[in-house]
Every structure is written in C-alpha cells, then in structure tokens.
C-alpha cells in the first residue's frame, strides 16, 4: 500500500528492515541500561564522527578528492541532517542529565527541557514539510540531499499536525529519573501521544525523506514504541531520542546503506521506494533525465512527469484528525478536572501511566 516491497528483492527489503528494527532495540539497551553505554554512544562515538565531519568539509573545500567523493559530503550534507543528529544528541545527553541527577539535570527548573528539545525536533520537521509544500507544489523538486520530492497539500497537513503535536505534551515539569536510574521517566507521555506522534512523524519521513521512510519511518519509529509498551513504560521519549541519534549517526555515515539517487542508483537490493514513484526507479531516472541530468541543481523542478501523492495526503491527513482529536481530548479533560495540563499529569487513569509513575523516583 505505501512501499513498493515485493518482487524479486522483497526478501532482502523486509529481512533488512527485521534487522535494523532489532539492531535498534539492542543498542538502545545498551545505551541505556548503564552509564558507560550511555557515555560510548553519546559522548565519545559523537565526538569522533563530529571530527570526522569537520575532516570531511576540510577536505572537500580544498578539494581532495577523498572527501570530495566522499558518500556522507555528497549524499548526506544538507542542512536537516546535521541538524537532527544534533538536537537528538542534545536530547539523549539532557535525558541522561536528568536520569542520574548531573549538574542541572537535578534542577526543578531542568524539567522542561525534554519538551523544550522534543518541540525543537518537531518544528525541525515542520520547517522541512513546508519547505517541500513552497518549493514543489503538485510538482517534483530536488532536495538538498539529492532527493527528488513531490510536494502538495500534504505537506501543509502535517505541518499542521506537527504543531498541534507538540502541545499534546502534557506535564512539562513532571519528569523524574527512574528507580533503577536506567530510564527518564515521562509518565504522562502514555500511548495517546506516542501513536498521534508516530503517525504524524510517519507521515513526516514518508512526505519529506521518501527514500529513508522504510527504515526512518518504520523501524526507527518501532524500536522505541515496542520498548516502551512492552518492558519500558514512561521511557518513550528517552527510546525515541537514543535510537533516533544512533540511526542518525550510523546513516550519516553510511547513506548508501538505505539511499535511492537521483539517477536511480541503488547501492543494495534492500533500499526500498515508496508508492509515490509510480513506476520505482524508473519514475525517478525519469525525472532526472526530464531535469537536464547532471545538470540539475538544487531546488531544480519537473512538472512532466506523473507522481502518486494519494497515500502521502492519506497518511498526512490521519496525521491532522488524530492529533487534533488528541488535543481536544487534552483540553476536555483539563477542563473536566481544573487543571493545567501543562503542569499537571492529565493521563492518570490510564494503566499506563500508573505503571509509569510506579517505576519513578519522584523524591
């Protein structure tokens, strides 16, 4: 229905997106269950890939030819990238201040800050849905990472909802370090906003990141909901932010990991396109030809050739009615009970959330 997976390389798509979705699960564990793992993977592997990176841009400006060619400065150098890695290690390591009580993380007025870097990542995605609904409406346009993009109402939907989204964080300073320390305990952020998010975050990658969405729009959005469903009750938001800086990391490396190209070139049989490519890889060799080849730069438009929108205006579409359900049903209960939801927990009838609550250090 969204993806083109089937045919002869269906086997290698779902087998691949089983072993990222378990692969994230594991070192999601490992990040958090200790303070050395949460140390390796967010403090010392950031600061060599971030030398790496300076290396690269180093390089390609005095234009070696390693790093001219290299596949994280040519596929992988638009600004959103970067930009995502950053604030979701921002994120992991405020999370990490909170669990084990370092320096400021202790401090009652700290406590917002997962909805203050939560927000940001949102409107990151927000800027880059309106972004695609400006430069291509109803029209191809090629992204600053060599992606060819359909853009429409769409896009201007889950924008919407990905505002909406964010005031449907409730209970901003009610964020405690878990009793075991392993966890950052959110309790108020129940399955509500996790489902409104995922599908609103869904239809983000599948709008905005069309070759990735297999993977960033499945798997990494699995990962964290699974944990936190099954065995890690009120640490969703500290799953979402670990395994989305370690995909972050690990693709930014390796973008001919999951990458279709402009041209159409696939590095492995399990990069997966989805439906908005009516004809997979020969729509895009089609809009590339029709954009003058090599010659296409950024920006670039192509109105002749067709492009299936209908499941992304679905899935967008979903994305606004769901959250905005969400938001009414926040404000009737806030309402119904004279609180602020902001400040106070809203969700407290739910199983979920006494579930949550039981595992937080609240002194």
């Not at 990962?223 to 395994?243: D, E, K, V, Y």
């Amino acid at each position: 229905m969204f993806f083109q997976v089937y045919g002869a390389n269906a086997l290698a798509q779902w087998g691949m997106l089983l072993v990222v979705l378990v692969g994230l699960i594991l070192f999601n564990e490992f990040a958090r269950r200790t303070k050395a793992g949460g140390i390796i993977t967010f403090f010392v592997i950031p600061v060599i890939l971030t030398v790496y990176f300076v290396a690269i841009a180093i390089g390609a400006r005095a234009g070696a030819d390693w790093a001219v060619n290299n596949q994280t400065h040519v596929y992988m150098n638009g600004w959103f990238h970067y930009a995502k890695l950053y604030a979701a290690l921002t994120g992991c390591i405020g999370f990490m201040m909170i669990k084990y009580k370092w320096g400021i993380g202790a401090k009652h007025w700290f406590k917002p800050f997962p909805f203050i870097i939560v927000a940001i990542n949102i409107l990151i995605a927000v800027v880059s849905d309106f972004e695609s609904a400006v430069m291509g409406w109803n029209k191809w346009w090629l992204s600053s990472e060599g992606v060819w993009l359909y853009g429409g109402w769409h896009n201007v939907m889950n924008g919407l909802a990905g505002i909406l989204n964010i005031f449907c964080m409730t209970a901003w300073w009610n964020v405690f370090p878990s009793k075991d320390k392993k966890d950052m305990i959110w309790a108020d952020m129940t399955w509500v906003f996790i489902v409104v998010y995922d599908i609103w975050n869904f239809a983000y990658t599948y709008n905005c990141l069309p070759t990735h969405s297999w993977y960033c729009g499945i798997a990494l959005l699995l990962a964290p909901t699974i944990a936190a469903l099954c065995w890690n009750r009120g640490g969703w938001i500290q799953n979402r932010a670990n395994t989305l800086a370690i995909w972050c990391m690990f693709a930014q490396v390796f973008p001919l990991f999951q990458e279709t190209f402009k041209d159409g070139f696939q590095a492995f049989k399990w990069a997966v396109l989805p439906v908005q490519y009516p004809n997979g890889i020969d729509t895009i060799t089609e809009i590339y030809a029709a954009a003058g080849g090599e010659a296409a730069a950024v920006g670039t438009t192509v109105e002749t050739v067709a492009g299936n929108p209908t499941m992304m205006t679905v899935i967008s579409a979903l994305a606004l009615v769901t959250n905005a359900i969400a938001l009414c049903y926040i404000i009737a209960q806030s309402k119904k009970r004279h609180i602020n939801p902001y400040k106070e927990d809203v969700f407290v009838n739910q199983k979920y959330y006494k579930d949550a609550v039981a595992r937080a250090d609240m002194e």
